[in-house]
């Protein structure tokens, strides 16, 4: 089980973006400051827009820049807006197939199984809440905030 | 992101062995239990034998067991052994990449970004490690016990 490499992509950018204030910078640009697939970080800068995280200004002088402040972006919500919020855990209801589900009385409550996984994937989602894009922003040294402001006051 | 459903019938088919003590069932009645398909069942058995969750012995009389008890088996071994142990997070070390890349100094340390995920993944383990088959059997329901141990029963 793997997350796609939006969310890396998404992470990094938000990051990038919050190097520069408000200043709007282009997808082609985002995308050459990582050598990364512009169809496919147009993509998940899309997501991003959806969700709030991003504004994109349309035009020629238009691009892309925070929708908030980077210690009001989590983890979580990067990840929700890529990976969307659907339970990793698997369920189909077996219990209730097959000759074990002829047989059992009616489920009067949820799957065990089903509420145990989803205890531990909220222990995860509650750890991704807690870590703000501004605290790994702090863990960055100076000279990586230099080198994104240098990449992204390159030519549009 | 989702895992795959091998993890559910994996856990379910624990469940169900510990219901039956030492008893041997075929994969065939495993996956009548639940009404599953049986060439797929077979290769997440084969991976819980490879873990040392299920015991196979081969012939006629042969079949599935338990290679330990519910109570030392968590939801952490079940969905290592079916998803393996490869972080979910994707870090391509983008930050090295592209002009970005170009102009940083080289990295001290591992990414911040993998850091922070690989933090909140850890809280997830953690919470799966914490929960064993041994408490989701208490969790379930006495009828429940009865209708799994009568399926399992019938002719192999």
């Not at 408000?22 to 512009?38: F, G």
């Not at 009067?108 to 509650?126: K, L, S």
Request: proline letters at 4%; one cysteine or more.
């Amino acid at each position: 089980m793997r997350m796609s490499k939006g969310v890396e992509w998404a992470i990094h950018t938000l990051l990038n973006l919050g190097a520069v204030g408000d200043r709007r910078v282009s997808v082609t640009l985002l995308a050459r400051a990582h050598d990364v697939s512009e169809p496919y970080l147009t993509k998940q800068l899309q997501q991003l827009v959806k969700h709030g995280l991003l504004t994109s200004t349309p035009g020629p002088r238009g691009g892309y820049s925070l929708g908030r402040s980077l210690d009001q972006i989590t983890l979580l919500d990067v990840v929700e807006a890529i990976e969307g919020t659907t339970s990793t855990f698997h369920c189909a209801e077996i219990r209730c197939c097959g000759l074990i589900g002829e047989l059992s009385p009616p489920p009067t409550g949820p799957c065990a199984v089903m509420v145990a996984m989803t205890r531990a994937e909220d222990a995860w989602r509650e750890a991704l809440r807690a870590e703000t894009l501004g605290d790994i922003r702090s863990a960055l040294e100076g000279k990586v905030h230099n080198a994104v402001r240098a990449a992204l006051e390159q030519s549009r």
